[in-house]
């Protein structure tokens, strides 16, 4: 039963998040919105700090770590577009922690430590993904290390804070919004260094799945 609770109070706020932002929503609203007191609520969470936290490493983080390990990744155009369409489902899901990520940071030293940490581990598993489509002849090798440092790190930074500019350019930024400019700008710092085979094979999976990689050009 505790178990339960404790994951309505996630979905719960995570919603109320979405909607509202994190600002907006106070432990008391959400509380209300539960039908619990205040004291039960923080029988679970400590303050609001601890319950974002608790989000992030319980259920954002695992879902982006396994995005950068799955293993079609690495060989397959076919998991680029996976990625693609499950990066902007996850943004779009949690889309509270992205669009205000600084002040979330900023507010819990703990959860930037963490996050911290896990953005160094996902970059270098990046770095590592850039080799693999190297050796299986997805990507030609003319990139230099600094060159190839560079990409990752902008990689990471794009699908960090993607959304923020869908945000910016849509009045009402809906998911296929986000996964159209996720995909796109992703793909825009990728595909200079991708084979004219694999470009090729990309630009059609973006037409069967639906993704329009000329909307926000």
């Known amino acids: 039963m505790g178990r339960e609770t404790r994951e309505k109070i996630m979905l719960t706020a995570i919603k109320l998040f979405n909607e509202e932002g994190v600002t907006n929503v106070s432990t008391v609203k959400l509380s209300n919105e539960l039908h619990i007191s205040p004291g039960n609520l923080y029988y ?100 230099t290390p600094i060159a190839k440092n560079i990409l990752v790190q902008n990689c990471w930074m794009l699908s960090q804070t993607g959304i923020i500019y869908t945000n910016m350019l849509e009045d009402h930024a809906s998911f296929k919004d986000v996964c159209d400019n996720i995909s796109q700008r992703l793909y825009a710092l990728l595909h200079p260094y991708f084979s004219d085979k694999s470009h090729e094979k990309i630009m059609a999976l973006f037409a069967e799945n639906n993704l329009d990689f000329h909307k926000y050009a």
Not at 66 to 72: A, N, P
């Open 44 to 143: 679970y969470f400590d303050n609001k700090e601890h319950l974002i936290r608790s989000i992030w490493e319980e259920m954002l983080a695992p879902k982006i770590s396994d995005l950068f390990y799955k293993e079609d990744l690495k060989t397959k155009e076919e998991g680029l577009i996976d990625f693609f369409l499950h990066l902007a489902n996850d943004t779009y899901s949690f889309r509270f922690f992205y669009l205000e990520l600084p002040a979330i940071l900023n507010n819990d030293p703990e959860l930037k430590k963490l996050y911290r940490e896990r953005a160094i581990r996902l970059m270098k598993q990046m770095d590592s993904l850039i080799q693999g489509w190297v050796e299986n002849g997805m990507m030609v090798p003319k990139l």
